[in-house]
């Protein structure tokens, strides 16, 4: 795989040897118990695969080679460029200028971009609506893309299918940057549909089944539906691709349950369910299926807490903070300042986002044992330093 350009300061040497040292015990990648770090009185279990992704690497070394090549001009960003605080705050550092929040809201008027300015297009993609935007003013956006080449794929596979008459399902949290530019790109092709998880997706099926009257559904799931979309026609073939930092097993089982609805209602043999339900499993994100399925094999090791790593915003790491907390007491923090000392941290409520200062955190035990992961945006220098202020805490 490619190997990125990315600023020595979001690296860690202790991962980096890590890493490398599991990547040639285990290079197909199957191995999924996690590696201990032992330091007598407290030990530490690191996740299989956990970190920059791919898309991230590429995204960082992207925005960080713009900032160097083009000094002296204006450099904006179309939202965050990765859901991390620390590297979107050092590229404001840099001169960055961010045209919008992560949920859309403007900070800077497209008025004000000219074709002399950089516009960086952040990670998740963006539309097709404010591409036209800039290209109308002459940036050259092609120029600075960083949109990862999973979620093109995502939009590629969205395409292909829409050619051969389906119509397309996105699973994906509707205010997220990635859905947002995913549902732009599928309805540019084909009536497409957004659902945020299962429940939404057992709603979609009844319209689907016509268990219920078409009307309902255009107030259901208003605001996420292409336009002109027609419940009677526009539900009888559909393909479910992915926002792809969603955990893959919820996306896999809402595909599953959509497809079973398709089945019984059309009495479809096994040969025919391609007439109506078109397979996607080729859109769940490599990096995503990896550091889940990490977590999953990291839990099966007995451990007292779980430590996750990465931005309050970042859907794919509140989804390992998610499997986590099914199993044990499960922090959620951005930074090693979170741990204030042995007995208090600052914890973050992945659903709702708030922080809480939750004290004796950490059991009174020998040798404490805590499992460890980050998400796929979190630099591994950050992570370092969390095992460092760990370790300090235990002399």
């Known amino acids: 795989m490619k190997q990125f350009e990315v600023p020595n300061f979001y690296r860690s040497e202790l991962i980096s040897n890590i890493k490398e040292q599991r990547r040639q015990e285990d290079k197909l990648k199957k191995d999924f118990t ?31 080679r713009t900032i160097e090549e083009n000094k002296g001009k204006r450099i904006f960003l179309l939202s965050e ?112 549909v957004v ?92 990096a995503t299926n990896d550091n889940q399925s990490a977590v999953v094999g990291m839990l099966e090791t007995e451990a007292d807490v779980a430590i996750v790593v990465g931005g309050s915003n970042s859907s794919n790491t509140s989804h390992l903070v998610e499997l986590c907390e099914a199993k044990l007491p499960t922090y959620f923090i951005d930074a090693a300042s979170k741990i204030i000392d042995a007995n208090q941290i600052i914890h973050r409520n992945w659903k709702t986002k708030e922080e809480t200062i939750i004290d004796n955190f950490l059991p009174q035990k020998e040798p404490l044992k805590i499992l460890m992961t980050s998400g796929a945006s979190c630099p591994d220098a950050v992570v370092e330093s969390v095992i460092n202020r760990l370790i300090h805490l235990y002399e």
Request: proline letters at 3%; charged letters at 20%.
């Open 34 to 64: 996690p590696s201990l770090l032992n330091y007598g009185k407290l030990q530490i279990y690191l996740a299989r695969h956990f970190g920059f992704c791919y898309g991230v690497e590429n995204a960082i070394e992207i925005a960080f």
């Open 81 to 192: 460029m990765i859901h991390n605080p620390q590297v979107n705050e050092d590229l404001k550092n840099a001169g960055v200028i961010f045209i919008q929040d992560t949920y859309g809201k403007q900070l800077i008027s497209f008025e004000e971009i000219t074709a002399n300015d950089v516009v960086i297009i952040p990670a998740f993609g963006t539309t097709l609506d404010i591409e036209t935007k800039l290209k109308a003013k002459g940036v050259q956006v092609d120029n600075w893309n960083t949109t990862c080449p999973f979620v093109e794929k995502v939009w590629n596979r969205s395409e292909q299918i829409a050619k051969k008459g389906y119509s397309i399902v996105v699973h994906g949290k509707p205010k997220h940057e990635e859905t947002r530019a995913t549902f732009s790109h599928a309805s540019a092709h084909t009536p497409t």
């Open 195 to 286: 659902v945020n998880d299962m429940q939404e997706a057992k709603r979609l099926a009844l319209y689907i089944t016509q268990q219920l009257p078409n009307k309902e559904f255009y107030e259901e799931f208003k605001g996420r539906y292409s336009p002109g979309f027609l419940v009677e026609n526009h539900l009888q073939k559909i393909g479910v691709v992915n926002q792809t930092t969603q955990l893959a097993t919820d996306t896999q089982a809402i595909s599953d349950y959509l497809k079973q609805a398709m089945v019984n209602h059309y009495n479809l043999t096994t040969e025919r369910v391609s007439e109506r339900f078109a397979d996607t499993r080729d859109t769940l994100c490599y």
